[in-house]
């Protein structure tokens, strides 16, 4: 059965005038106070609907929402997760080339108090995230294979076509594929390893295409991206999916996990939806619809 994913924005217990996603909540006791000033008090409900109007985005509400996804789904803080955010803080450091002063004070003025607290707020939800998405890409295999036709491949972009057609050449008379790209290729490709591409790659749909239909092997011509002047010569390693199943769902997962993914956007609205996120706030609903549209799953 379903579980029911309430939205609530403070600790405190909200009132809802209705179940209709143009209600306004209220907190409890919205009229007691929580600070006085002289002859002025600053009641719960005043707290509540600044924090709630300060939160324009929608950003940190849906913050508070997805603790709540990783609760119900038992994604939960690891050991090697904190030592893996550990490591990451301290490579940032590094990089930044800051000794413990220097660093604390830039997290302070990123908002951050400590090294844990930054942590708290960043390293371990983004750790979470990638945990959830891994879950599902690994529960919903199959239909992820099939969706997404992932293809093993080596692949070369050439911003010329006479190159790009001697590095076709080249390879069809026996070179190494790599050795080859390292010649005529773009600095931005893959450099010719053998990689799992899928219909979500960045590599153009058209080509995507023509090497789904492809055979194993050396694809016969050189293809042009219709957007473009950049050509692609492309080696086929393998189409049988068997092979390199799980390699395939890694890759994805990890892709997967930048918020910028539309992968990572139906991940989140299959969750929402099946856990029943629900807003009971019109100002809430506004703040994540003008930001996370895809977000919104109530009818």
């Keep these: 059965m379903k579980k029911t994913l309430s939205l609530i924005c403070v600790s405190a217990c909200l009132f809802t005038l209705s179940g209709c996603k143009d209600a306004t909540a209220q907190v409890s006791d919205s009229s007691k106070a929580l600070i006085t000033i002289g002859d002025t008090k600053i009641t719960r409900g005043n707290v509540f ?59 302070k003025n990123m908002g951050f108090s400590s090294k844990e607290n930054y942590m708290e707020q960043v390293s371990y939800p983004t ?17 992820i294979l099939s969706t997404y036709t992932p293809i093993k491949a080596q692949i070369m972009t050439i911003g010329n076509e006479d190159n790009a057609k001697k590095a076709l050449k080249a390879i ?87 918020s910028s993914s539309s992968i990572n956007t139906t991940i989140w609205s299959y969750y929402l939806k099946e856990h029943n996120f629900t807003i009971y706030d019109i100002d809430v609903y506004n703040g994540i619809k003008s930001s996370y549209e895809s977000y919104i799953v109530q009818d």
Excluded: C, R, W
Excluded at 72 to 101: F, G, P, R, W
Excluded at 127 to 143: G, I, M, T
Excluded at 201 to 207: F, K, L, M, Y
């Design 172 to 258: 069809q008379d026996g070179e190494d594929f790599i050795k080859t790209a390292e010649k005529y290729e773009n600095s931005n490709s893959d450099g010719g390893k053998e990689t799992i591409y899928y219909s979500e790659s960045s590599i153009p749909s058209d080509i995507f295409t023509k090497m789904v239909d492809a055979k194993k092997g050396i694809m016969n011509s050189v293809m042009k991206d219709s957007t473009n002047s950049v050509y692609y010569v492309v080696n086929i390693v393998s189409n049988d999916t068997s092979e390199y199943e799980q390699e395939a769902l890694d890759k994805i997962a990890s892709d997967a996990s930048s």
């Design 49 to 107: 609907n600044m924090m709630k109007k300060s939160d324009t985005s929608g950003s940190a509400t849906l913050a508070l929402v997805k603790e709540k996804i990783y609760e119900k789904e038992n994604i939960t803080l690891t050991h090697e997760m904190k030592k893996e955010a550990t490591s990451k803080v301290s490579e940032m450091q590094t990089s930044l080339k800051y000794d413990d002063d220097k660093f604390l004070d830039y997290l």
């Design 127 to 143: 750790l979470k995230e990638k945990a959830l998405v891994e879950k599902y890409v690994n529960d919903k295999k199959q239909s």
